[in-house]
């Protein structure tokens, strides 16, 4: 029992210096003012999903209402980096079993987890009538000031339809060459669907900031010569020793480890994106427009 009293103080302890080191709390985001943020990666194992929990708790903590989406549809795994076990997930949507409303998750960080469905590969490629009554479903986040959504990797159909209609995009990448070519792919490729702005870059796991600088602008050359698209650095998380021990603990590295490099990186990144306007779509809101552009 003591071990177990120790470790609570011990976390209740990280998340008080979570919040001291963070920004003021702002006002609450105006009615109909929301940023919906998808983060995708052109291959897997760069670490978009970590990237993603920890950005959401980031803004969480910061004063804003966050929600993630885990719209990686069929190898879900948001609710395993934050050590949670929601009992539904939109697997259950999906099939009618349940509205979106009853699976919303408070996790025990702060933001709300809407679960993915880890392991129904049907989910992977849905039909445009499921795609249809899932995104009609997502009126209920309308009350967020973020919409984080964890995407799935590469250039799959649900990917690429996340990307193109969030406002703001992330791509992460590594240093590694694969990493860096599929992210470029993935930028690519919503170039060619018509995506002109709002491409943010994270480069994610660097050994410095002159590496990870090296990265981005070679990235976004590449984009401005051959797209004629400006890619944005929004930018970098540390190789860090605090990221693998939080992945194996199943916390976010934020909570776990608030004074490490990585977590500096992703405040950073967070305080970048508090720096962008919230959307402002008149009366169908940020989450409508969302919406209409996904449908479309």
């Known amino acids: 029992m003591g071990a177990v009293e120790d470790q609570t103080t011990a976390l209740r302890r990280a998340m008080a210096e979570v919040k001291r080191q963070g920004a003021p709390a702002p006002a609450a985001a105006p009615r109909g003012r929301q940023r919906v ?25 910061a004063g804003e209402k966050t929600c993630i989406l885990d ?42 987890l809407v679960a993915g469905a880890s392991g129904f590969q049907e989910l992977a ?44 995009v992330l791509i992460v990448t590594t240093p590694e060459p694969t990493a860096v070519t599929d992210a470029y792919g993935l ?20 050994p410095s900031v002159a590496e990870g600088r090296k ?16 890619v944005e650095l ?9 990221v693998v021990k939080a992945v194996y603990q199943r916390k976010p590295f934020l909570a776990m480890d ?13 305080e970048r994106l508090r720096g962008k306007s919230a959307e402002d779509a008149g009366d169908e809101g940020a989450l409508g427009a969302f919406l209409r552009r996904l449908f479309g």
Request: proline share 2%; hydrophobic share 45%; charged share 20%.
């Open 215 to 230: 990265v981005a602008e070679r990235i976004r050359a590449i984009a401005r010569q051959f797209l004629r698209l400006e």
């Open 258 to 270: 608030p004074k490490c490099r990585a977590s500096a990186g992703v405040r950073a990144i967070a």
């Open 37 to 61: 943020i998808a983060i995708g990666s052109g291959k897997g194992g760069v670490g978009k999903t970590n990237l993603s929990a920890n950005l959401a708790l980031a803004l969480h903590l």
């Open 234 to 242: 929004l930018g970098m998380v540390h190789e860090d020793e605090a």
């Open 71 to 112: 719209g990686d549809l069929g190898l879900s795994n948001v609710n395993i980096v934050l050590g949670e076990l929601p009992k539904w997930n939109l697997f259950h949507v999906l099939k009618g079993e349940k509205k979106l409303e009853e699976i919303v998750f408070r996790t025990q960080w702060g933001p709300d």
């Open 187 to 206: 930028i690519k490729s919503l170039a060619a669907a018509g995506r002109t702005e709002n491409i943010n870059l994270v480069i994610n796991r660097i």
């Open 125 to 168: 490629n849905l039909d445009d009538a499921t795609r249809a009554r899932f995104v009609e479903s997502l009126g209920i986040l309308r009350a967020y000031d973020n919409l984080v959504i964890d995407t799935g990797a590469g250039i799959g159909a649900n990917v690429t339809a996340f990307l193109q209609a969030a406002r703001q």
